[in-house]
């Protein structure tokens, strides 16, 4: 209980510490006052505004398509290379395995950036793909980097499973891949889907990679982010965030209302279940047993 | 439509193959060889053209020529402050590492403890600021931190300081700023792992007598090393590398290895030296990941 | 599979078509700074010729560079400062001119044109499209409380002298991040030729740089115009144009805080930045088009008045709201003009240098 409540302290702690700079962010975006630091009265002038600024909300849609995109690809790339890393036993260049998938991680993002760019720029000579650099090379370029992510997180849980119900279920004939999604992936399906989110969060903060591969007219929001804060932060900045923000919210609070259904259902259903064969197996006394000859 | 199926199936390479096969292949095309390209440019001189560097090899009247430009490796290895940046750059990793471990355990633990839909809503906390670019609250901490903003304010309303404190670009707020921007990615590794431990394992320490705190350190801890582990490597090898937030939050004094490979490949435009600077980055950090990946292997294979 | 491989060439085939159809549209390419255009001067564009355009933004010019210098970058118009133009130019970025298809050419200011000439030669492969000069952003009543009515404000005295930058620590020093633009000030200074190579002379200006390298705050290249239009800071080395902006933040913001520009007696640098298209622009009439609809006098003036920075063109002066044109730091007096000197660009040894040395200087060491 002691440690429990020490942790407890420690989240909210935590929760407070990161969420009082969205706090000033969310306040600062009502701000009248064009300057960051003066405050001049309450506006939602930001808010109408960017509906004006399709540039900026064009980029935001980008980098949440891009981001989703790079999630759903970057778990699967990943958890296949986790699964690879740890599961199958020996083949020829599995350090080199090992090495190139956790290598996006340790590489600066400024070469990564930049050779990723060559190899299009030359790719693109050589066969005329991609004509033109935009989302799908922005993916590409995401992707390979939070698939090193997805994967030390997937290897280190895969690594500390117990063997025993995979290799029962495929003594029991499943195939592999059935073992696969049945068996592994309910019992991962926490790392999967931390990766998950950390994917999308990665792609969604990343600057140096897309400044690197975008092509004209594919800027993401931190590209337009950083280009424009040459001044200052812009309220408009601020006003996109605590959109972003109150979007989330609305996701998390829809996320936590249906899961409390949920639950709540299962516990009714498990209750119900419970009250039906109590009242089935209790029989009044004075019925006789029909002959209940197999 | 069976035969078709069959036919079909011939053509296919083997379900290992598969999975082998692809993400190899992914990531030999989309990271191996631009890292060829990397390697190849390290080995040449800058130059003044389309793109900056030498070709590195040339092929005239049926000969020809490889030449390997040895000079950026041995400049990073003559010039001192590529070593003080490194170093600079891993005692930053280090600290900002432990940082976010003594500060996102604890916050993990408690989320794992939680009830269902408390740990879904609590994961999503986490996780949502860092949905909104990381750039824009950096400069949120910078309004913060500034001489002049509201940390500042703070203190000097509630009379604790007469001055304002110097923390914006300093070594300080370059450690408040990486541990923010990278805390989740502590706690979402370690919660993936502490919410699967197995409780009766602690209802049996305690029943055998065990305190908790003695349960914790002996029974969690231990079995969430994989996870700590996991967290540390996302925290510590990316900070290394990070240039972003030292640039925006740091001060002149802060050498970081990343604001240097910046500089050398768009101040200098060397991008020879730069990419031999990520090769030698590369290699150093790889070796111990590669031995920590076969150490991992051979235990799996003991268990197997 | 044969079956596959045949879809596949033909699916191929049809994107190779549509995309080749795709460079004959009316579209149009933009790679351009941050805030360095009036809000409708694009829409002007557009309404008027009916070709869209892709306005890309950028914040330094080395990222640009870095684009330009990977190959392809796809862009059709994009806007280096003079001294990176020279280097692209030398290693074969843009393509020339065809000033038949220009104009409008005839209302740039030919002393601007001349002095741009320095990096671009004959000016056969850009013009200039916005100037400034990099001088002393300061907080007149700050500098005056620390050093008094006499203070050296109009002089590089106010920061070179050890004596005055210490008293100055106390209310905040900011230096551009940029060695190829602070060194030569110290050069210059010192008397030496700013693109000197002389490597004894160049440690000279770094000396010079450490001596007052305690007193200063900070080494940014933008962070001075929001710090000295909310009183954070009271002396920057800044460009012109940001430093009017900061002028106009603190005015705007209630006027508590003044800001102040000054053009160094001594001499100043001064920088262009070009209007150029790249060697493999896909659109390069629309381009030309592009250009000539910038060297208009009423486009050029109102970019000017909405940025603060002054334009090369001559004829668009008198449209320039009186507040800029009367400012001589925007527009300064041919006096004044003659002792600027254009940014240099240096060789990569030399160049190496400097960036070492500078890093030096940051650091203290």
């Known amino acids: 209980m002691k440690r429990f409540g020490f942790s407890r302290l420690m989240l909210v702690l935590g929760l407070a510490f990161i969420y009082l700079p969205m706090l000033i962010l969310v306040i600062y975006s009502f701000n009248a006052s064009k300057l960051v630091t003066v405050w001049g009265g309450w506006s939602v002038k930001w808010y109408v505004g960017l509906l004006d600024n399709s540039q900026l909300m064009g980029s935001v849609l980008r980098s949440l398509e891009i981001a989703c995109y790079t999630a759903i690809a970057a778990v699967a790339l990943g958890t296949l290379a986790a699964f690879v890393l740890t599961r199958v036993t020996r083949f020829k260049g599995r350090t080199l395995f090992g090495g190139l998938v956790t290598a996006p991680l340790v590489m600066p993002e400024v070469i990564t950036g930049l050779s990723l760019l060559l190899l299009f720029v030359a790719m693109a ?48 004939g499943a195939r592999p891949l059935k073992v696969f999604f049945l068996i592994t992936i309910p019992m991962i399906a926490p790392s999967l889907a931390a990766g998950g989110m950390m994917s999308f969060a990665l792609s969604l903060d990343d600057l140096v990679l897309a400044s690197f591969v975008s092509g004209p007219g594919s800027t993401t929001l931190p590209m337009e982010v950083f280009s424009a804060v040459r001044l200052g932060v812009k309220p408009e900045i601020n006003a996109v965030a605590s959109l972003i923000l109150l979007a989330v919210s609305l996701v998390t609070f829809l996320v936590w209302y249906f899961s409390r259904k949920a639950e709540a259902n299962r516990k009714r259903a498990i209750q119900d279940a419970m009250d039906q064969t109590a009242s089935e197996s209790w029989q009044p006394a004075a019925k006789p047993m029909t002959g209940a000859t197999a | 439509m069976n035969t078709l199926t069959q036919q079909f199936q011939r053509f296919l390479p083997s379900g290992r193959k598969v999975v082998i096969g ?148 300093t070594n300080t707020a370059v450690y408040i700023g990486v541990v923010y921007a990278y805390l989740p990615f502590m706690v979402l590794p370690l919660y993936a792992n502490l919410v699967k431990h197995d409780q009766s394992l602690l209802e049996a320490a305690s029943d055998l007598g065990s305190s908790t705190f003695n349960s914790f350190w002996k029974i969690t801890v231990p079995l969430a090393r994989n996870g700590i582990i996991a967290g540390c490597m996302l925290v510590f090898i990316p900070v290394v590398g990070e240039f972003v937030i030292p640039e925006l939050l740091g001060g002149p004094e802060t050498l970081m290895i990343g604001r240097v490979l910046w500089q050398e490949f768009f101040n200098n435009r060397d991008w ?31 268990r197997a | 599979m044969k079956m596959l491989g045949r879809t596949l060439l033909t699916l191929s085939l049809l994107g190779a078509i549509a995309t080749g159809a795709q460079a004959n549209d009316k579209v149009l390419r933009v790679y351009n700074w941050s805030d360095y255009i009036a809000p409708d001067t694009v829409k ?24 330009l210098l990977a190959g392809k970058s796809g862009y059709d118009i994009v806007v280096p400062s003079n001294s990176f133009l020279a280097k692209q130019i030398k290693a074969g970025v843009y393509q020339t001119l065809d000033k038949s298809k220009l104009s409008n050419w005839k209302n740039l200011n030919p002393v601007l044109l001349k002095n741009a000439a320095a990096s671009d030669p004959d000016n056969g492969h850009a013009f200039p499209y916005m100037w400034g000069s990099i001088g002393i952003g300061f907080n007149p009543d700050k500098v005056r409380e620390v050093l008094g009515a006499d203070a050296p404000v109009n002089s590089w005295d106010l920061l070179f002298k050890p004596e005055n930058a210490a008293k100055l620590k106390a209310c905040g020093i900011s230096f551009l991040d940029s060695p190829t633009e602070m ?85 100043a640098g001064s920088f262009y930045d070009m209007v150029a298209i790249p060697r493999d622009a896909a659109n390069v009439d629309n381009a030309y088009q592009f250009m000539n609809f910038l060297m208009r006098p009423d486009i050029m003036a109102e970019i000017t008045n909405s940025v603060g920075y002054s334009n090369a063109n001559a004829a668009a002066t008198p449209l320039v709201d009186e507040a800029i044109r009367n400012d001589p730091g925007s527009y300064p007096s041919q006096a004044v003009m003659a002792t600027l000197y254009a940014v240099p660009d240096m060789p990569i040894a030399t160049q190496r240098i400097m960036t070492r040395g500078w890093t030096r200087v940051k650091l203290g060491k």
């Open chain 1, 125 to 172: 000579q050589m066969i005329g793909w991609p004509m033109e650099r935009g989302i799908v090379t922005i993916w590409i370029a995401h992707t390979t980097f939070c698939a090193a992510y997805v994967a030390v997180v997937v290897s280190a849980r895969l690594r500390e499973l117990d063997l025993s119900i995979e290799e029962a279920a495929m003594d029991l």
């Open chain 3, 183 to 267: 060194l030569p000030a110290a050069l210059h200074y010192l008397g030496y030729p700013v693109n000197t190579q002389d490597k004894q002379q160049i440690s000279e200006a770094e000396a010079l740089f450490m001596k007052i390298r305690p007193s200063v705050a900070y080494f940014h290249s933008s962070k001075y115009i929001s710090d000295l239009a909310n009183g954070n800071i009271c002396v920057a080395v800044g460009y012109s144009g940001d430093v009017l902006q900061a002028k106009a933040r603190a005015e705007e913001a209630g006027g508590k805080v003044k800001v102040d520009y000054s053009i160094p007696k001594e001499g």
């Open chain 2, 272 to 302: 020879p030296v730069a990419s031999a600077l990520a090769v030698v980055m590369l290699a150093i950090l790889i070796v111990p990941i590669i031995l920590f990946n076969r150490s991992q292997a051979k235990e799996m294979e003991g």
């Open chain 3, 44 to 67: 002007k564009f557009e309404d008027e010729t009916g070709i869209s355009v892709t306005y890309d933004v950028f914040d330094s010019n080395e990222t640009l560079e870095a684009r």
């Open chain 2, 22 to 169: 692809l993400p190899f292949l992914w990531l030999f095309l989309f990271f191996m060889l631009p890292f060829f390209l990397v390697m190849k440019i390290s080995f040449s001189e800058a130059a003044l053209a389309i793109p900056p560097y030498s070709e590195i090899y040339s092929f005239a009247e049926q000969k020809f020529e490889l030449m390997l430009n040895l000079g950026n490796y041995t400049m990073l290895a003559a010039d001192e402050l590529y070593i003080s940046a490194y170093l600079g750059s891993l005692k930053v990793a280090l600290l900002s590492t432990v940082m976010c471990l003594v500060l996102g355990f604890p916050m993990a633990y408690a989320i794992s403890k939680a009830s269902k839909e408390a740990q879904n809503v609590l994961l999503l906390l986490i996780m949502m600021p860092t949905w909104t670019a990381i750039l824009i609250r950096v400069y949120a901490w910078m309004g913060i931190l500034s001489n002049n903003g509201l940390l500042n304010g703070f203190l000097m309303w509630t009379g604790l300081t007469s001055h304002p404190i110097e923390i914006l670009n």
